[in-house]
């Protein structure tokens, strides 16, 4: 999945190696899986 600039900030500080052009690997369980959909969700569409 590609990752705009605003949906990164939601790694923190990770958003500015992205920035910079290096590649980031997340690794996300199971159960955070849900919470990290919404909060794309979100930072796509503005609603929550």
Known sequence: ???TPDEMRLF???AD???RGGD???VV???RLPSL???LRTAR???A
Request: net charge negative.
């Open 12 to 14: 923190g500080s990770r």
């Open 45 to 47: 569409t503005g609603v």
């Open 37 to 39: 959909e919404a909060e």
């Open 29 to 31: 369980t199971a159960d």
């Open 17 to 19: 190696d992205w920035a």
């Open 24 to 26: 980031i690997d997340l």
């Open 1 to 3: 999945m590609r990752l």
